[in-house]
């Protein structure tokens, strides 16, 4: 048969290029598909009667069944077909993926970008460094180099480079740390540009330096829609923008934009079928995020609480007010700050995680983690919530309080454990997250055309002579 990638030899004959023709494209002249053939290989063109051309080559984004496509610009105006290219069995990663999901069976080195605050991975708190992290090793099993930058302290398992070598959290917000972050994005860019083929940015600082170099530009936009961003951003319709949520994406203009939910490493989080005797809250303790309705629902079921997540200086007095009064460290308890391991065993353990909250949210992370140990999801509506919680499958999109109160009574009847966790497996994985993102980078990026380790075709002598 034949392969992507490298100088293998791909032999077709006519007859096969036309089977797949008819079923996407209707019938191309048979001299034009010759000339092609041709081309791919070096060898001298034939007159191009029609000026058909080899305008590009990409890759499908299916997972399991990649695609090398060859588009025909000009020929009728007809695109080409799409011709099946079978991967050697050393080229599926352990998951089932095709590892091949680049442009050309070519490796790319990718930069990603972060905030210098937080270490990548995080120990505690960070969505978008946990979204990094995953990311990164996501690419490098798909045979990818990938470039983090970030603070000293990362432990990423990829190169990290670094102008900051400690990280900085909590930070106060204040005019000093929006330089810095400034700093390190600049110099961070200019690294990457003459060291990678992808630039993919995580902060609205990189997003400038984008008009200098030629070389393509990724943003993740990792916030609530706001009116003076969106309005910055399309000032940059180069630069191909990411949303974490369909509910996210629909409230932006920006011509080059597109959806892919996060994704994490499922091997980090332990399944657990048997849950004990309790609810869970993690996350900032913040009043966006309804902490203070976790208690009520708690209160109101009569199954226990355990709360983890950071309390922020600027948020002291709503925990100090709303919080605290109500711990009494048996049936409502505060446990502090979570790291991996304290994570497994809040939510893994947990009837359920309680997700109350009072803002739009682009995504939330702890939602899909609490799904990865089997932990059904209990979530007020708003934002990316009804993406996310599979009603009656992964949790409850639940109308009010007094509604999160009925379904966590049922909770341990009502949903499988396991059910829980395949929803998580079938949609929240870090591979299919990096291969949505590497068929984005493929699409963005645009090499010279016949490159020399693109794969060459040649046709039978016999298809030739009856040309």
């Not at 036309?18 to 007159?47: C, M, Y």
């Not at 991975?121 to 690419?139: D, I, Q």
């Not at 005797?277 to 009520?296: D, E, N, Q, T």
Request: hydrophobic fraction near 40%; aromatic fraction near 10%.
């Amino acid at each position: 048969m034949y392969y992507a990638g490298g100088r293998t030899l791909m032999k077709m004959t006519y007859s096969q290029i036309q089977a797949s023709v008819k079923e996407t494209a209707g019938f191309v002249p048979k001299r034009d598909w010759i000339a092609h053939v041709k081309e791919l290989n070096g060898l001298p063109p034939l007159r191009h009667t029609h000026k058909s051309r080899i305008e590009r080559l990409e890759p499908c984004p299916v997972l399991r069944k990649p695609l090398l496509r060859i588009l025909k610009a000009e020929t009728f105006g007809r695109n080409a077909a799409s011709i099946s290219v079978k991967p050697r069995p050393e080229q599926i990663s352990s998951t089932g993926v095709d590892q091949r999901l680049f442009l050309g069976g070519k490796t790319m080195r990718i930069a990603l970008i972060a905030p210098p605050f937080i270490q990548i991975p995080p120990k505690r708190y960070g969505g978008t460094e946990l979204f990094l992290a995953s990311l990164a090793l996501g690419l490098k099993n798909l045979g990818h180099e990938v470039v983090v930058y970030a603070n000293g302290e990362s432990e990423v398992p990829v190169e990290v480079r670094w102008l900051y070598p400690t990280a900085q959290w909590p930070i106060k917000g204040d005019f000093s740390e929006s330089l810095k972050e400034m700093n390190h994005t600049a110099w961070a860019v200019r690294d990457a540009v003459d060291a990678c083929d992808i630039v993919h940015i995580n902060n609205v600082f990189g997003l400038p330096h984008s008009r200098f170099k030629k070389l393509p530009f990724v943003y993740t936009v990792h916030h609530e829609q706001d009116q003076a961003l969106s309005e910055f951003y399309s000032h940059y319709p180069d630069v191909s923008f990411v949303t974490i949520s369909n509910f996210q994406r629909l409230r932006e203009t920006m011509p080059k934009l597109r959806t892919i939910h996060h994704g994490i490493d499922l091997s980090q989080y332990r399944f657990r079928a048997k849950k004990q005797h309790y609810l869970s809250f993690l996350g900032r303790i913040a009043p966006m995020k309804g902490p203070h309705l976790a208690i009520a629902v708690a209160k109101q079921s009569g199954i226990p609480l355990k709360i983890a997540g950071e309390i922020q200086p600027m948020f002291q007095d709503y925990f100090d007010a709303e919080v605290k009064p109500h711990l009494d460290g048996k049936f409502i308890q505060y446990v502090g700050e979570a790291d991996l391991a304290a994570k497994n065993e809040l939510l893994g353990n947990a009837l359920a995680l309680l997700f109350p909250i009072q803002w739009n949210e682009p995504f939330g992370l702890v939602t899909i983690e609490a799904m990865a140990c089997g932990t059904p999801v209990l979530a007020l509506p708003g934002g990316s919530v009804k993406e996310i919680v599979a009603d009656g499958i992964s949790g409850y999109v639940c109308g009010s309080v007094r509604g999160m109160v009925e379904y966590a009574r049922d909770i341990e009847t009502s949903l499988r454990p396991a059910a829980v966790r395949e929803h998580a497996e079938r949609y929240f994985s870090m591979e299919r997250m990096a291969a949505e993102y590497i068929a984005l980078y493929s699409a963005t990026d645009q090499p010279p055309i016949l490159q020399p380790d693109l794969p060459s075709v040649e046709v039978s002598d016999e298809e030739s002579a009856a040309a």
